[in-house]
């Protein structure tokens, strides 16, 4: 016990083992052992409904995917489609809210905190539940509000169908996901607290005016914080589900708009109980993400500014 790999051992280092142990535990038997009979899966074709019927199928459910099936490579794009509508206005909506809560002059900045963060404690579903009766094309909130300031008929059939207009349903379920934003607005106001007020001062004095100063100092200053914000957003967005399987069940209503690639996964596995080929679509969702993550440390040295130097 005292030597690991003909080591000697400290006893920090085995009280260090030791508090760790059950995290590696956990890890190992949650993470890497369902990987990887996820991916022995993918080689098979393999339904818990009929457990005699599975068999060793080689490479088929990769070509399927790849090749045979539009519907995986559809789904791709959807996701990247509506990534780059999301993500810039979700991270521009918490920017800018974080910036104002930072500052001073702002009477209650305090309330305002904690109002901001507030929605990211009620459970998803009913969040989503809420948003589905605010979108509503006929009582929903938004359309009687616009009727009434406007004098415009935008309700009922003819009027704008927020959830069924295949131009409106990225920028609804966009809006559904600003709800949640109080985790980023968050991180961002805690990476603005972290800029020396002292690059502030120095930019007055030299006749910076607002606008400047956000360009020249804020957003160089955040670029750590946006960088993780950004890899937690798109790995997060190729996982999206549960709005849209929650609105309208994963069946990529309207006219398969919202069939996403996690969409997709589920009905083939728990749908259709096509096992062996929903773990294919996991890996490929997992190869996408990973994809993003790499590109985005690989880029990172020449936009991302860290103050104390990057070893």
Known sequence: MRRILGLPL??????GLMFIAPWLAGFLIFYLVPMAASFLFSFMDFNLIQPENNRFVGLKNWVRALSEDPQVLASIGRILQYTLISLPISFGFS?????????RLLLGTKLFRVLFYLPTMVPLVSTVLI??????????????????????????????????????????YTMIGLW??????????????????????????????????LFAITIPMMTPVLFYNLITGIVGLMQYFLIPFVINQGSGFPNGMTNFPMVY????????FNMGYGAVIAWLIFALGLFFTLVLFGTSNRWVYYAGGKD
């Open 10 to 15: 400290k006893r920090e280092q085995l009280w």
């Open 95 to 103: 920017l800018v809210v974080a910036i104002l809560l930072n500052n």
């Open 131 to 172: 948003w589905n009766g605010v979108l509503n094309e006929h009582v929903g909130w938004i359309n009687l509000s616009i009727k009434h300031l406007t004098g415009l008929e935008v309700t009922g059939v003819d009027g704008i169908r927020w959830l069924a207009n295949t131009r409106l349903i990225y920028i609804s």
């Open 180 to 213: 949640g934003c109080g985790n980023t607005i968050l991180i961002f106001l805690a990476g603005l607290q972290g800029i020396p007020t002292e690059l502030y001062e120095a930019a007055l004095i030299d006749g910076a005016n607002g606008p400047r100063r």
């Open 265 to 272: 996964f589920y009905r083939q596995s728990f749908s259709y």
